[in-house]
């Protein structure tokens, strides 16, 4: 059974950092892409992050650029997200996503095939 668990979130100031964990059982995320999305109330589903599988190309939203970085950890089948200068906008459910095939990224929420249940980011004053 293929599960994807993510850790980490929590409330909060503006200006902290958190860095979010997404660990896989079941599934060698080695060989897929995998994307952070996040889901603000009333709001669409958005991307985030995503890091390839074959050569850990990074990608990220132009806005988010400089503060979050996804790294890969193979030793232990996870990938992580690391968001430094938190700002209230960045309160969201944070998700990753694992493709079911093919190793590119893609921005389409439609395209990954397994999703973690989300961790809840929560920045305020």
């Known amino acids: 059974q293929v599960q994807l668990v993510e850790s980490g979130g929590g409330l909060v100031q503006p200006g902290d950092s958190l860095r979010l964990s997404c660990a896989a059982s079941g599934y060698n995320l080695d060989y897929y892409a995998v994307a952070w999305f996040r889901q603000a109330p009333g709001k669409e589903r958005e991307g985030v992050s995503c890091?390839?599988?074959?050569?850990?190309?990074?990608y990220y939203v132009d806005s988010n650029k400089g503060r979050f970085t996804i790294l890969r950890d193979k030793a232990k089948n996870a990938v992580y997200l690391q968001i430094n200068s938190l700002r209230p906008e960045d309160t969201a459910v944070y998700y990753c996503?694992?493709?079911?095939?093919?190793?590119?990224?893609?921005?389409?929420?439609?395209?990954?095939?397994?999703w973690g249940q989300g961790t809840q980011v929560t920045v305020s004053s």
């Open positions: 890091i390839t599988s074959s050569d850990g190309i990074t």
């Open positions: 996503a694992a493709k079911t095939y093919g190793s590119t990224c893609v921005q389409t929420p439609y395209s990954y095939g397994y």
